[in-house]
């Protein structure tokens, strides 16, 4: 086969063969999806009825809490006592240091890695917001921080391939720009972190066309909804849904929703049945 990986991954060719290059999270109709929360811990997530949980990398030190031994230990010892597993790590602390400016972010990276697999999860939420945004004035990327984040990532990209772990970015940057960014890395170990409420909602895109368009390339989904439950707003996530069962995404909803009762776990458990019932 004479064509490049760029070119074998271009929008053209690109529902057939990035499904063939991403099998981690492309996969046959039908597949099942499992729900998570970044909101609640494994032993709230249990009583929820949830099948995981996300956590934090920690905030910008040094050695980050994941890079820890003691403090992985701990989550471990939750993971055993639960039954419940670790599904992915969010590097928020990249919001207010970013990835493509911060002195330290290659060695966040490396730490975020090898804690990943240390704990079985296999994915990194690569965060973009906030100090980190890749969006200047009309929505256009900022060149300079975009060539260091690319560069960024692309050293690390080996690391997040050895260790069994997927970098997914997750942005406000829409789906041709994630397109750009990831044929600049080009490496099968990253990936898309999609928020739809984020993309959908906050930015305004058409976030089922862009769900569409990223076949193959997204491996994670953040649902969540401002103040209300999900439920609240069923039109726009069943169209988002519908667009992951057309892709046949396969892979984590992981929940960023709030707690309108201010019980935790009631509304956690509301969210994930009603994420359940839409796929």
């Given at each position: 086969?004479n ?28 597949a ?8 609640v ?10 099948e995981g ?17 003691e403090?992985r230990a701990?989550?471990k010892?939750?993971m055993?006592e ?28 490396e ?5 990943a697999?240390?704990?079985g ?10 100090k ?5 004035k ?12 690319v ?9 997040a391939?050895d ?12 789906a041709?720009?994630?397109e ?17 409420y ?8 058409d ?12 491996s ?7 103040k ?6 069923k039109?726009?996530f069943?169209a988002c849904s519908?667009?992951l069962?057309d ?9 960023e ?12 458990k509301r969210?994930g ?7």
């Open positions: 086969m064509l490049s990986r760029r070119t074998f991954l271009g929008r053209s060719a690109g529902a057939v063969t990035a499904a063939a290059m991403f099998p981690q999270f492309a996969a046959a109709a039908g099942k999806i499992k729900v998570g929360a970044c909101v811990g494994l032993a709230q997530a249990k009583a929820a009825g949830l949980v996300e956590i934090r990398a920690g905030d910008a030190a040094d050695v980050l809490e994941i890079g820890r031994p403090k701990q989550y010892k939750e055993q639960t039954g419940l597993p670790i599904c992915s790590i969010m590097m928020g602390l990249l919001n207010g240091s970013p990835l493509a400016t911060d002195p330290r972010g290659p060695a966040w990276l730490q975020t890695i090898d804690g697999k240390d704990l999860a296999k994915n990194i939420l690569v965060a973009f917001f906030s980190g945004d890749l969006l200047g009309d929505n256009k990327l900022k060149e300079d921080e975009f060539a260091s984040v560069k960024r990532i692309k050293a690390a990209a080996p690391r391939k260790a069994g772990v997927l970098l997914a970015i997750e942005s406000l940057i829409n041709e720009q994630n750009r960014l990831l044929d600049a890395v080009d490496h099968e170990s990253v990936s898309v972190y999609y928020d739809v984020n993309l959908g909602k906050s930015k305004g895109y976030a089922p066309a862009e769900i569409r368009r990223l076949k193959g390339r997204i994670q989904v953040h649902y969540k909804n401002g209300q439950y999900l439920d609240d707003d039109p726009f069943t519908q667009a069962k892709i046949h995404y396969n892979g984590w909803i992981v929940l929703t709030s707690s309108p009762s201010k019980d935790g776990v009631a509304d956690a969210n049945d009603f994420t359940r019932s839409l796929f």
